[in-house]
């Protein structure tokens, strides 16, 4: 896929080819950067461009030029179930015989680009959710139930799936728990015992779910700045590196968007997200098992936004201190209404 005599630029001189308006085949008079901790996303003014970081982590390897090919190809694979003609491509940026970076045809790739038809932000959940109703998210949200509808279901036994849901638990518990995370390790075991006391209690509701066939490849990733108003609508952004986050129980992803509805001022959105799904489907379980769902993504959300705390090079301490304190307080409303 490459050549062991050609010189790999890093990662810094790949980003500043990127920034550069001139370096891409369509015209465009600006570049903007988007990072993330995996990714490093060009924005120009008709397309996006996502370059993977050489990252490796207990959850993910990008190390190498080939495994980073395999997962953007896996990303175009996954995105294109519920977008239309906005996941394009995976582009190869080269870097030819003189050393010079190019997105044309010279030379051969140093690294994969995805390659996307840029959407208008304005068309956004978050940009128009003050003036969004039920009516108006409906096309999404039954967008969302053909999908999962007709989605085959994940191969998995009840016990496996209680057994997964108990290793994220107990998983989100040590992570928050670490001691360069500077949070009350009573509150996190409060609230991590509530959840694996209600993975006990409730085996029977929880593996149900996998023992209907409930569980399928799903988005992964559900939120609100992942979803977009336009005609047909487009759900973007799905988890593509770890298959067990992906394969869900609708109601646990409809539920993680309701819960993000809700931290945005509109719980009442969320809550028809959920009965949407429910009317759509007839399959509505008892309502604690969303709570439950609630909770633990609340958690998950709540490590994720700790984690940017730990960044060598953060720039908005004071952002990440906020959603990780909002993350476990919704975390402990939820867990309540599960005793």
Same mark, same amino acid.
């Given at each position: 896929?490459?050549?062991?005599?050609?010189? &790999?630029?890093?990662?810094?001189?790949?980003? !500043?080819? #990127?920034?550069?308006?001139?370096?891409?085949?369509?015209?465009?008079?600006? =570049?903007?950067?988007?990072?993330?901790?995996?990714?490093? =996303?060009? #924005?120009?003014?008709?397309?996006?461009?996502?370059?993977?970081?050489?990252?490796?982590?207990?959850?993910?390897?990008?190390?190498?030029?080939?495994?980073?090919?395999?997962?953007?190809?896996?990303? /175009?694979?996954?995105?294109?179930?519920?977008?239309?003609?906005?996941?394009?491509?995976?582009?190869?940026?080269?870097?030819?015989?003189?050393?010079?970076?190019?997105?044309?045809?010279?030379?051969?790739?140093?690294?994969?680009?995805?390659?996307?038809?840029?959407?208008?932000?304005?068309?956004?959940?978050?940009?128009?959710? &003050?003036?969004?109703?039920?009516?108006?998210?409906?096309? @999404? /949200?039954?967008?969302?139930?053909?999908?999962?509808?007709?989605?085959?279901?994940?191969?998995?036994?009840?016990?496996?799936?209680? $057994?997964?849901?108990?290793h994220r638990c107990r998983e989100l518990r &040590?992570?928050?728990?670490?001691?360069?995370?500077?949070?009350?390790? !009573?509150? %996190?075991?409060?609230?991590a015992n509530a959840l694996l006391d209600f993975?006990?209690?409730?085996?029977?509701?929880?593996?149900? !779910?996998?023992?209907?066939?409930?569980?399928?490849?799903?988005?992964?990733?559900?939120?609100?700045?992942?979803?977009?108003?336009?005609?047909?609508?487009?759900?973007?952004?799905?988890?593509?590196?770890?298959?067990?986050?992906?394969?869900?129980?609708?109601?646990?992803?409809?539920?993680?968007? $309701? #819960?993000e509805c809700e931290l945005l001022g509109h719980?009442? /959105?969320?809550? $028809?997200?959920?009965?949407?799904?429910?009317?759509?489907?007839?399959?509505?379980?008892?309502? %604690?098992?969303?709570?439950?769902? !609630?909770?633990?993504?609340? #958690?998950?959300? $709540?490590?994720?936004?700790?984690?940017?705390?730990?960044?060598?090079? =953060?720039?908005?301490?004071?952002?990440?201190?906020?959603?990780?304190?909002?993350? /476990?307080?919704?975390?402990?409303?939820?867990?309540?209404? @599960?005793?």
């Open positions: 896929m490459t050549d062991s005599n050609v010189t &790999n630029p890093g990662l810094e001189e790949k980003t !500043r080819f #990127l920034l550069s308006p001139s370096s891409y085949p369509e015209s465009t008079e600006a =570049v903007r950067l988007i990072e993330t901790h995996m990714a490093r =996303v060009f #924005l120009t003014d008709h397309y996006v461009y996502k370059m993977k970081k050489p990252v490796r982590s207990s959850y993910l390897d990008f190390s190498s030029l080939e495994k980073r090919y395999v997962i953007c190809r896996e990303e /175009l694979r996954l995105n294109r179930r519920m977008t239309d003609g906005t996941y394009l491509d995976v582009v190869p940026l080269r870097v030819d015989e003189l050393g010079q970076l190019n997105l044309g045809e010279r030379g051969l790739p140093v690294e994969w680009l995805v390659k996307m038809r840029r959407l208008r932000e304005d068309a956004s959940l978050p940009y128009r959710i &003050n003036s969004t109703t039920p009516q108006q998210l409906a096309p @999404l /949200l039954q967008r969302l139930c053909d999908f999962y509808r007709a989605a085959e279901p994940v191969s998995i036994q009840p016990e496996q799936y209680l $057994a997964r849901l108990r &040590n992570q928050l728990k670490a001691t360069e995370m500077s949070l009350d390790a !009573r509150e %996190i075991d409060q609230l993975i006990l209690r409730e085996a029977e509701l929880l593996g149900e !779910r996998a023992a209907k066939g409930k569980i399928v490849e799903g988005h992964g990733d559900l939120r609100p700045e992942h979803c977009f108003l336009t005609q047909p609508p487009q759900i973007i952004d799905c988890l593509e590196f770890d298959p067990n986050l992906r394969c869900v129980d609708p109601v646990d992803e409809l539920s993680y968007l $309701a #819960l719980a009442s /959105l969320g809550e $028809a997200c959920v009965e949407f799904y429910y009317r759509s489907s007839g399959d509505r379980p008892a309502p %604690i098992l969303s709570n439950f769902y !609630r909770a633990e993504r609340a #958690l998950l959300r $709540a490590q994720l936004a700790a984690a940017h705390l730990l960044d060598s090079d =953060v720039t908005e301490p004071e952002k990440w201190r906020k959603k990780t304190r909002e993350y /476990l307080n919704a975390a402990h409303r939820y867990c309540l209404t @599960l005793e």
